[in-house]
Every structure is written in C-alpha cells, then in structure tokens.
C-alpha cells in the first residue's frame, strides 16, 4: 500500500473496517463475497480506477450554442450551404442532429448509433451526396423524357 496516495490508503481503511462490521454482524454471504472482491481489486491492480474516481473532476468545456437552425431554413437550405455547417468545427451537434433529423428524415432515436461528432458529420455527408445523386438522376430522367 505504499505506492499509493493517502487519499487511496485512508479509503482502503475506511473499507476494510467497513468490511469487517458487516462480516462481524453476519451481513449476508454474497454480499461479502462481492465486498471481498472490491477490496481485493482496490489493493492490486485497481489504482488506474482509484485515481480516477478520487481525482478532482476536470470542468467540461462549455457547450456551444446552438444555431437554431429552424426547420422551414433547413427544408429550404441548398445541399451546399448544408455543407457548409459540415464543414465548420463550430457547428454544434445538436444543430447536427437537427440536420439529420428534419432534412434527411433520420429518426431522432438514432442519434446514439453515431457515437460522436465525426462519425455523424461522415453520416450527413453520405445523405448529402445521395441526395445530390438523386438530383442528378432525376434530372436525366426529367430530361430523356423531353426527347421522346
């Protein structure tokens, strides 16, 4: 127990006395079984998840606000200017999510599937480019109809 900081060391005495009261008032077998493993990974390997748990928390960086992007300017925005919030880092992901949701009809419960920003940025790039596609073919379509 040397290694480790007196935070950690206080802790572990705390928990072991803690251990030893319900063992003493005959607190139910299965739970000191779980209590003795917790202990057990607490005094070997477990001072990556001491550390941790016992650190100050580190501030999370202020959220960015978002656009308001409103849903008619979203039906009506051209595939490039979606691109453009794409493209700019300051586009929070609740505007994101806001693109893929009213534009291209993604079910707002998908919305975990994308496990961070890049991933989803990829997704919406992928609809843009199918919708553009789409354009394009009914474009041709629209046109080879004309000749006949």
Known sequence: MADKTPDVQMLLRVLTAHYRSLSSARC???ILRQYSRLLRVLRGGGLAFQERTLSPKVPKKPRKKPLGISETRLQD????EILKLLNNEETP???LEQIAIVRFSVPSGSMR???NKRMLVDKLRTLVENERAHETIGEVARGNS???
Do not use: G, Y
Request: charged share 45%; hydrophobic share 25%; no cysteine.
């Open 28 to 30: 139910d077998e299965a």
């Open 77 to 80: 925005a051209s595939l490039d």
């Open 93 to 95: 992901r609740s505007d």
């Open 113 to 115: 599937s994308f496990s």
């Open 146 to 148: 004309r000749t006949d």
